[in-house]
């Protein structure tokens, strides 16, 4: 599985129901909300072999109330 973290910047007044919608997906490992620029950070394990871009789009971006995402690939874990 491939570990990548996406900051979720929500619509105004979506973010806990965004959140909802996450939670009941069961894709995340784990799930926080968050200062600044972006209001949700999770943490996705995605199977291997699958197309990240692919795999996030299908499973988080088409939550309505999602704004905007930045995804972060991550390589080793110290």
């Given at each position: 599985m491939t570990c990548v973290f996406v900051q979720l910047q929500c619509m105004p007044g979506q973010t806990y129901s965004v959140a909802d919608q996450i939670y009941e997906r069961e894709i995340i490992s784990e799930l926080y909300s968050t200062s600044g620029e972006f209001d949700l950070l999770m943490?996705?394990?995605?199977?291997?072999?699958?197309?990240?871009?692919?795999?996030?789009?299908?499973?988080?971006?088409?939550?309505?109330?999602?704004?905007?995402?930045?995804?972060?690939?991550?390589?080793?874990?110290?």
């Open positions: 943490k996705i394990y995605v199977p291997k072999g699958e197309d990240i871009g692919k795999y996030i789009h299908d499973h988080v971006l088409n939550i309505p109330g999602i704004a905007r995402s930045l995804t972060t690939m991550t390589f080793t874990a110290f």
